[in-house]
């Protein structure tokens, strides 16, 4: 072979050679730097996320404390009602003057809010959803949101606060709602209205700005904006199908002007956008509201954040032109010493790893940081199932050491079974459906922790999405069960006679109701009894009401000491109780009634040193077929304690229609 010929293949085969190791370090140089921009669009989000979600909680809290004052309340009160009595809507001038009042009450508050916390917008709504005041807009009055506001109608269904970006009539930003109602005098709570609370949404862009080192802008759709918000009330900026609702730099309006942003989808998204000679990284993502949340409807905008990342690609640029400038150097220089040549290229190939290396873990470190602090509990997991990641906040609500849960499956160690013992499929489990199907969810699920106790979570499943494909999820939870016990003492104030913990008159009706109701259906046996203390005037007399209300106390303790656990006392008041005996015919009652009697009458009331002997006349009636109402069974019990008493007191009668009498107006005051 001709020497020039060897010459010419063995440069042409060293050119071929430094040109692919010329590209592979251009690839690398664009890997470095989609790798970090991909995982600073993550950071972004998450934050911006956590931030939101702490907002609403804010706005909630504020909301609740606000509706707690006991004026506005009975303002709220007296508004409905003078609404409704003046023909509705907007009222008239009894309506005005409440209106009026409100606003005066809450002034001093609403200057306070908006100073110290940033509160824009302070609503006050009446039943119905209608609205009665706008701090800011007193004028605005008279007009329904229950088309509009879902999160309201929720809130009026439940009575549970609730925060979430929405779009109103005069409003657009964070809102948290919360149910105003009014004690009564028989211990409930009267439902009288609603109250909104708002925040500056620039105020909170700035302060999640300096959190992120980034700027943000939300931007609202023009179609859905014009179709809810006053055109008084509408943003300023318009561009487009856009409003610019905030933002913290002003060049994003130029962006929507020019077209230089691509089209904005739902779904996340991170691109370079190069603008007057500066690269910035361009984050979007859909702009949740409770509709789209929590309804499944369609986001009311985008949330655009950007950061400048002009070192960045200039950094990259540069790693592109040393990769060139190495292949040519390497071409020239191998002719020489290719020995040499591939020593400097694993040099410089040992360099650019390490430096990508680096840049993912401390990227990998500084999320770590940020969501190892949060006050939820969130872990991520990949495609498999398997925990990737778990903060500290996660561990110390399920008892979990780092090495204990690391790769394991979530649903295996939290969802695994409820809290009554069945077990949980994998295929129902929130965490796998969203790794599988992709949606995000959220929802209140029971979640167990390491010594097999139970707690009810909020859950909140975010998918991570990479090129169209579901490559884990992230979930957030916490704790709610101060949230339930809430509800629970609230039902338990609702049907519970507050001095001796038996059933209210109302909820004793109720549950009488319904056992007539389930023996209309099924058939059987139940009776029912009707109690009252012997010479109850007299005890309060002697020893004062105090003790009077230890003996009411005393007697419903050893009515439960006696029944069944599925046996009903109520309270119908004063020291008369009824007592509801499911599947027991008349003979059983009378039994149970008897050793009850007895039962109380050998074990009087002790206040300290003071024993107070007390009897109890008990009248006895079963539940007949054709009883329609409480009224009937009600009534035969009433009179055949009657009988009890006139009979001489501390002793059981059965109704016996053949004795039915009325009670004389002179012996009524001597039934006690």
Not at 648 to 667: S, V, W
Request: one cysteine or more.
């Amino acid at each position: 072979m001709p020497y020039r010929l060897v010459v010419l293949l063995s440069s042409a085969a060293l050119a071929a050679i430094f040109a692919v190791v010329g590209y592979y370090l251009y690839l690398q140089a664009d890997r470095r730097i989609d790798i970090e921009l991909a995982g600073e669009a993550n950071r972004l989000h998450n934050v911006y996320a956590v931030q939101n979600e702490v907002l609403a909680k804010r706005t909630q809290a504020l909301a609740y404390s606000l509706a707690a004052n006991a004026e506005i309340q009975r303002l709220l009160d007296e508004g409905h009602k003078a609404v409704w009595a003046e023909g509705g809507g907007a009222g008239g001038p009894r309506a005005a003057a409440l209106r009026e009042a409100l606003r005066k009450t809450v002034t001093e508050q609403w200057i306070d809010l908006h100073t110290r916390y940033g509160v824009d917008h302070l609503h006050f709504l009446l039943p119905g959803i209608v609205s009665f005041l706008r701090i800011r807009t007193p004028e605005h009055f008279g007009d329904s949101l229950a088309e509009i506001q879902p999160m309201l109608a929720d809130v009026e269904r439940d009575l549970d606060p609730r925060g979430s970006f929405v779009v109103a009539h005069t409003y657009a930003g964070m809102l948290g709602a919360t149910a105003v109602t009014r004690p009564q005098s028989d211990g409930k709570q009267q439902f009288v209205g609603m109250l909104e609370i708002g925040y500056d949404i620039g105020a909170h862009l700035s302060s999640v700005s300096a959190q992120l080192d980034a700027d943000i802008a939300l931007l609202l759709d023009s179609e859905r904006v014009d179709g809810l918000m006053w055109e008084a009330q509408r943003p300023i900026a318009s561009i487009g199908q856009y409003y610019i609702l905030a933002t913290t730099r002003p060049e994003v309006a130029d962006w929507l002007d020019a077209g230089a942003l691509p089209p904005l989808k739902r779904k996340p998204q991170s691109h370079l956008l190069t603008w007057q000679g500066h690269q910035f990284q361009v984050v979007t993502f859909a702009l949740d509201d409770y509709l789209s949340r929590v309804k499944a409807g369609q986001p009311p905008g985008t949330v655009l954040i950007w950061r400048d990342v002009t070192s960045l690609v200039g950094e990259r640029d540069s790693e592109h032109a040393a990769a060139i400038r190495g292949a040519m150097c390497g071409y020239a220089l191998a002719q020489t010493c290719i020995l040499l040549l591939l020593r400097l290229l694993r040099r410089q190939w040992e360099r650019c790893l390490k430096q990508s290396t680096a840049t993912i873990e401390k990227l990998l470190r500084r999320n770590a940081l940020l969501l190892d602090t949060a006050a939820d509990g969130i872990c991520g997991v990949d495609a498999a199932g398997n925990i990737t990641f778990i903060n500290r906040a996660a561990l110390a609500i399920h008892g979990y050491r780092a090495d204990e849960v690391m790769g394991k499956n979530p649903h295996h160690l939290f969802h695994h079974h409820r809290p009554d013992g069945r077990p949980c499929p994998t295929e129902t489990c929130s965490f796998m459906r969203t790794l599988a199907d992709g949606e995000a969810r959220e929802s209140e699920e029971w979640l167990c922790r390491r010594d097999g106790s139970f707690f009810p979570a909020r859950i909140i499943i975010t998918p991570i999405h990479e090129q169209e494909r579901t490559v884990g999820v992230v979930v957030v939870f916490h704790d709610i069960t101060e949230q339930r016990n809430r509800q629970k003492a609230l039902l338990q104030l609702a049907t519970t006679d507050s001095l001796t913990g038996a059933s209210n008159r109302r909820h004793f009706l109720d549950q009488l109701e319904a056992e007539m109701a389930r023996q209309r259906r099924h058939g059987g046996y139940a009776s029912l009894l009707m109690s009252d203390l012997d010479f109850f005037k007299h005890v309060n007399d002697t020893h004062g009401h105090a003790a009077g209300d230890a003996v009411l106390s005393h007697f419903v303790h050893t009515v439960h000491q006696t029944v069944r656990r599925s046996d009903a006392i109520g309270r119908l008041g004063g020291e008369e109780f009824a007592i509801l005996l499911p599947g027991d015919g008349i003979h059983g009652a009378r039994e149970l009634a008897e050793r009850l009697r007895r039962t109380f009458e050998a074990n009087p009331a002790r206040i300290g040193n003071l024993i107070i002997p007390v009897t109890v006349s008990i009248g006895i009636t079963e539940l007949q077929a054709d009883d329609m109402g409480s009224e009937a069974p009600l009534r035969r019990a009433d009179e055949a304690l009657y009988a009890a008493k006139a009979a001489g007191r501390n002793r059981i009668e059965l109704y016996d229609p053949a004795r039915r009498q009325h009670i004389p107006a002179e012996k009524a005051e001597s039934t006690g």
